[in-house]
């Protein structure tokens, strides 16, 4: 699993932070401060050393996203990995999941094998939704 956020200077960090928390509460949260084009501070927060995601899989699962995902997996699935761009400001504000919007927190989640089939791993996410997988 792997979660990843840009915080704008406009932005709270803590409040991004929160998000993080939200799909990852046991991730240790790691800062990576660089600058932008045209020379803004940029903060780019990841989430690491996770080792539970049962949460998010459950945010994911309530919210639809799954659902989401399964009408177009081609989009979504490469290589195993189920990649997601979720809105940050409905995160944090709402605390509900939405796929896209104009600033995301990107979530990578290793479902199947780098080598299977797209058809697959959306086989484990549909038995994962019938209660079938954990």
């Not at 932005?11 to 084009?37: C, F, M, Q, W």
């Not at 699962?61 to 195993?80: A, D, N, Q, T, W």
Request: aromatic share 4%; net charge positive; glycine share 6%.
């Amino acid at each position: 699993m792997r979660i990843r956020a840009i915080v704008h200077a406009t932005e709270s960090v803590a409040k991004v932070k929160d998000a993080l928390v939200i799909l990852a509460p046991d991730a240790k949260i790691r800062e990576n401060h660089t600058t932008g084009y045209h020379g803004n501070e940029i903060l780019v927060l990841e989430a690491v050393e996770a080792k539970n995601c049962a949460q998010m899989e459950e945010l994911l699962k309530r919210e639809g996203i799954f659902e989401e995902v399964l009408k177009s997996p081609e989009v979504y699935i490469h290589e195993g990995v189920l990649h997601l761009k979720l809105d940050k400001q409905r995160l944090y504000s709402e605390k509900k999941l939405m796929l896209g919007g104009m600033d995301t927190i990107s979530v990578h989640l290793r479902i199947g094998s780098k080598s299977e089939p797209i058809a697959k791993t959306v086989n484990s996410i549909r038995r994962f939704l019938r209660g079938e997988e954990k």
